[in-house]
């Protein structure tokens, strides 16, 4: 009984859990419609399965918006030459990507342009 007991508690346990999906580019991105980043970092993230730089563009308007640009996983990054430091808050970047389907403010990053002028890969070509 015991038993029983916790095994339906452990399935109940890891049922509440929630999932988060993992989606393919052309779910999520639109490979049609490339993107010029221009702005100022405000927050860098290393983290898996993708890395994301937020960076706050003016608009058409002259408003500051802030987009998510989502790159690659942080051993891939060191891989094509991006070190943890490379990009920081403050920083002005050029980033080339793609737009998200949805309409929201985030990209799909293939290269960001570091105030340096140094241009490193920070996601793949459009898939």
């Not at 346990?13 to 393919?24: N, Q």
């Not at 490339?34 to 399965?49: A, F, R």
């Amino acid at each position: 009984m015991a038993r029983s007991l916790t095994a339906l508690a452990a399935a109940a346990f890891i049922a509440a859990i929630p999932v988060l999906a993992h989606h393919s580019f052309a779910a999520e991105y639109d490979s049609q419609a490339p993107i010029t980043l221009k702005g100022t970092v405000t927050k860098v993230e290393w983290t898996n399965p993708h890395s994301y730089v937020y960076v706050d563009v003016k608009d058409a308007n002259g408003n500051v918006v802030n987009w998510a640009v989502e790159g690659y996983p942080p051993n891939t990054l060191r891989r094509t030459g991006f070190t943890r430091d490379a990009m920081k808050p403050g920083d002005v970047v050029t980033i080339n990507g793609w737009k998200a389907r949805d309409g929201v403010n985030r990209a799909a990053a293939r290269d960001v342009t570091l105030p340096n002028g140094t241009t490193l890969y920070f996601g793949p070509s459009a898939q």
